[in-house]
T-cell receptor, first 119, second 109 residues
């Protein structure tokens, strides 16, 4: 149980285009999902917290108009990188917290990540 | 703000050795601590989760301990194998998840 999927697993796009990444909890409902970014040889940095039915909370330094987050249902959150530029190239990972309390308290289940390359 | 540090940043050992990875955190008000493995270009694989009320967890050749009062955790890997080569991340869960800087492990055949 507690599986989180991401789609696509990798994407290459031209500079200036927008890219949407999906994060789904497959066998549980998630009121809260998280989006992380990881640059090469660095650790994961939290970008934003996504709550179902409300606006996302962005970490300091993350542009909310550039990284649009939508959490329209209890099993789906999307991250859209708008007007992508080469410096946005990174590994994006989402995680989800089980609404029913499955797993340890405050445990997060992680998706496999999406590799974004902006040319 | 919680800060999580992992030492060493990189480690290279011959196959068969026992080894210890260290993780320290500055705020002891955590819900749990989790160890992950990350292979190059891949996502995270959860290895062990220790709840704040627990002292240690074991899974196969892995043993993780938690000393919340001193803000430390260790991941012990017994009889290391080349397949253990990866980056190991610890993360503490408070109001949000805070990841450590990672330890890159290479096990030499």
């Amino acid at each position: 149980g507690a599986v989180v999927s991401q789609h696509p697993s990798w994407v290459i796009c031209k500079s200036g285009t927008s890219v949407k990444i999906e994060c789904r909890s497959l066998d549980f409902q998630a009121t809260t999902m998280f989006w992380y970014r990881q640059f090469p040889k660095q650790s994961l940095m939290l970008m934003a917290t996504s709550n179902e039915g409300s606006k996302a909370t962005y970490e300091q330094g993350v542009e909310k108009d550039k990284f649009l987050i939508n959490h329209a249902s209890l099993t789906l959150s999307t991250l859209t990188v708008t007007s992508a530029h080469p410096e946005d190239s990174s590994f994006y990972i989402c995680s989800a917290r089980d609404r029913s309390g499955g797993g340890a308290y405050n445990e997060q289940f992680f998706g496999p990540g999406t590799r974004l390359t902006v040319l | 703000k919680q800060e999580v540090t992992q030492i060493p940043a990189a480690l290279s050992v011959p196959e068969g050795e026992n080894l210890v990875l260290n993780c320290s955190f500055t705020d002891s008000a955590i819900y749990n601590l989790q160890w992950f493995r990350q292979d190059p270009g891949k996502g995270l694989t959860s290895l062990l989760l220790i709840q704040s009320s627990q002292r240690e967890q074991t899974s196969g050749r892995l043993n993780a301990s938690l000393d919340k009062s001193s803000g430390r955790s260790t991941l012990y890997i017994a009889a290391s194998q080349p397949g253990d080569s990866a980056t190991y991340l610890c993360a503490v869960s408070g109001n949000q998840f805070y990841f450590g800087t990672g330890t890159s492990l290479t096990v030499i055949p």
